[in-house]
DNA sequence: AACAACTGTGCAAACGATTGCACATATATC
DNA sequence: GATATATGTGCAATCGTTTGCACAGTTGTT
């Protein structure tokens, strides 16, 4: 029986002896209160006897409208995405809708490949976790209304709708707890100042120290460019080997500190013994390190699922106004700090 | 101009002065040689002028392929999915398909609406990474002759690809590495035995060690009925108080490992010291833990890769035979075994 | 020179669902 | 009791592509 999904409106009805229209009506919850209550429960009767299932083809093909969104982000093997994938793809689930994924490598013709699969498959709309702060493709989507949220990393430009984690509160959250065990001299491994997460942590650090103007201060702040080990590595190293004064480490991503990790081993020095440190975004099994570590907790999962539930506000009702969402941090004490 | 996909194959031909039907041949490179040369490089000039993108929806419904792939996981957020997810959909994306996901979390029904939504969206085929050895949903899918590849697990169902680790290669490359190490007192925990991994680890030890009909040497075999760090705990403790001898103990996954790390330390004992420890995926970080893990490392990538590459040749060549496809794995040596 | 076989393109009918409009019947209004 | 309004359902067009068939023009065969 069950053919390849082959059972069709016109079947149903034919079975219950009316118009494919009205069947039609009765699937769609809005205008079935406009059948009368016996036909409705035939119609669905039968239906599900038939094991009926709408074409999504021949739907998204007359309402110009296909249920399925694209989700653009740089590696799904990069364990700080899953959480969000899964959280994007449970909002949309609860409401009909279907995601396809891209992956980029944060590699712009990638990036535009993507889009253009996603475009050709008539997404009603698309999630970036890939932005970049002055990203074009965003001016692109919103000149063409397509409807578009960020997720994790924002965007300069406005008129678009982002969620993103607190990044000012969860380094202010990180600062405290090292100033409260006594650190005083602190030091920032910062990110990507290209991307909004690399840059809002830094600036963060900076006016939490009270140091934006303080340029000595600032011989303690090192960028990097990637969010990586090897470039935590890189500078840590510097920094140590630069002969500044400092007690302790705030790394601007869990990598980082993990990079850290290995230069203040390679200095024979220990952490948390001779220099404390700090991650950030509370990686799968950063507790499991030695020592384990004191990181700043970032609700992923429930930023990708905000972020799905805003998209369908965006489609369904087209004129909402954008809007720029923060969800908070927690600061998670392990054993990678420790008083000076 | 770019409003949301708009130019259709009949602004195409008309632009030209040509028929659609003459453009849709064109477009198709299997019916482009049917056109004359001059005609066809006039038509793709024009559509990429236009920016002409084919709607897959409409395409769909005329042709009942709508080159979607529905792909089963049981949770994304699982370290060990990702690169299988990489790699099917790098495979998939190579030839013009793309996928669709769907997180089970092992919940057949999750999986049932997994599936329900994927069939109503009409996809081409199913990649199913969450197969249990007996699941009926297998017979379903080969009765209406919707192609399906297996990865990672298996069935006992014949008839259906499938593409996995070779399981007992792996077992035997852990515990050939042990008894080099001199160990010959070798525990096993095992996992859940529904799944065709853990059974073919379990099959695989049991067969390697030789002891496949000594009931004694089963004894240093504990099932588990989760991959979970968890169990791997339950596991690893029963063993230490049953007082059992052995010297070493091969996980059939890195988070029974780990669960064994933490019984081995909850007893008082060391790893590798006084036990050592084998684990099975090579996780991202299983580096980073102290000891660092001697794991088996699977080909994941590939593995998705390869599903990927069978899948579309299933559905693009229909009577392809089912084959059942091993990839190679590779022991990884690190911290957490030493000489006995 | 007549006929057969190709070639290149147009024509029109699908695919399955949605939806504005029309229409018959039932109910309300005066 | 006649007219106006509601109500429930049918009709048919439409979304954008693909593809079997038809047909005119060309080339090949004898």
Redesign the interface.
Known sequence: M????RVTIREVAERVGVHPSTVSRVLNPVTRGRITPEVVDKVITVANELGY??????R??RTNR?STIGVLIP???N?L???I??GI??GL?ANGY????G?TDNIVSREMDAV??M????VDGLILATARRDDPLIAEFLK???PVVLVNRTADADGVSSIVNDDVLGISLAVRHLKELGHRRIAHIAGPQTLSTGNARREGFLSVMGAKELLSEQKLVVETNAFSEDEGLRAAAQLISDGQEFTAIVAANDLLA?GAYEAIADAGLSCPGDISVTGFND????D???PPLTTIRIPHYELGREAARRLIELIETPDSPARATTLRPELIVRGSTAEV
Chains 1, 2 share one sequence.
């Open positions: 069950s053919n390849r999904s299932r709408p074409n999504q083809a021949a998204g093909l296909t590696d799904i093997t364990p995405f899953p959480p994938i899964r793809e449970d689930g279907t995601a396809i994924l992956n253009a699969t475009r050709a498959r008539q063409d209304r397509l993990l990686m799968p099994f950063v499991r390190l030695s």
